[in-house]
């Protein structure tokens, strides 16, 4: 069994000497731009951030961190991951690039069925060991909470088996994991032909006794023509609803099923991918408050060419998170910083929008809008601190690992340069 990290200092203290783009990360956050701002930590919480001039007298004496004159911004929040799975599909990646299709790829075995066959035949152990390494470079870029689905089980024994590991991720290193049920990912080879009969079990068995053990906070479906349709989303939605849990949805990605607006009628955490989303989707998101999330690692790696249709979030308000939505098939991703780059350069975000698309709107996707994604007093502490001169270097630079000190959980977990 992978033992525990030996645990973080605590991050108790002031944190002085921080610069702060509060229009980007501390709403509400009197600090003028160039003035020095202290974060003070008690019991591993935020109890308060301002200018350090004005720091109350009830903190003075509290240990002082020397924040270096670094950025400091809300941990990062990684809101789509497939990041538990065995195995990986490096091969496949040759054969397309050798010409082969989707289809030719599929026959030869690969595709999403390819990982699940290799994450049956593991264990729970080799499961984390494998996943360890992907999340640890992750959490070294700064992320405080991830989100990480099930969906290459599709059998009530290895669904439970990657939500029980992905919990255990989240002990292993202090970080909070947000897990969701994808049963509804793919079709597992036993039921081939068969999909009703694989989504009664989803909806009947799988999803009541996952949820009964305390390994759901959400619940997610392939809505596509190549994976479960309209009807099977809403039946999945309509168990989920039963059992009092929150839906999100890999939406539109290929092709307009009207996925979201479906995903909106039940109130919809976020609809993932989107990039066919219609204006019907849109004005449905809108009204119902559900998150886009976009994914340009994927849509980068199946050199997908339709952009999701940013200018209409854009003017309907339509709050946008980015995510790697890592996953062994179409987003190797192990860079959040990549995507934010990738979401300013290929979906023409803006700067401001692509920060926080990485962190106060992908806490929303996740419903953790009240703990993290945002510099505030009265949260956990989870904070990042930059050696860069401009926010803006946070999408700037790409392929880069800044050498960033992280507080996640109210402990320092990495001291940076
Ligand atoms: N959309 C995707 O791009 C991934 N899953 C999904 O619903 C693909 C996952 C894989 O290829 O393993
Ligand atoms: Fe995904």
Redesign the pocket.
Known sequence: MTQAATPHPSADGRWLALRLAPELFAADVPVADGQSACIVVQQGRIVWVGPQDQVPAAYQALPAHDGGARLATPGLIDCHT?LV?GGE?ANEFAMRLAGASYEEVARAGG??V??VKATREASEEELIAQALPRLDQLLAEGVTAIEIKS??GLSLEHERKQLRVARHLAELRGVTVRTTF?GA??LPPEYAGRSQDYIDLVCRDIMPALAAEGLIDAVDV?C?RI?FSLAETEQVFQAAQALGLPVKL?AE?LSNMEGAALAARYGALSCD?IEHLSENGIAAMRDAGTVAVL?PG?FY??RDTKVPPIDGLRAAKVPMAVST?H?????PALSLLLMANMACTLFRLTVPEALAGITRHAALALGLQHEQGLIAAGRPANFVLWPVRHAAELAYWFGNKPDCTVVRQGRIARVGG
């Open positions: 497939h799975y599909r595709g999403i390819s990982s969906g290459y994808l990912h793919a392939f596509e994976a890999h990605q991918h994914l994927a790696t199946l939505d996953n062994p098939g179409t987003s």
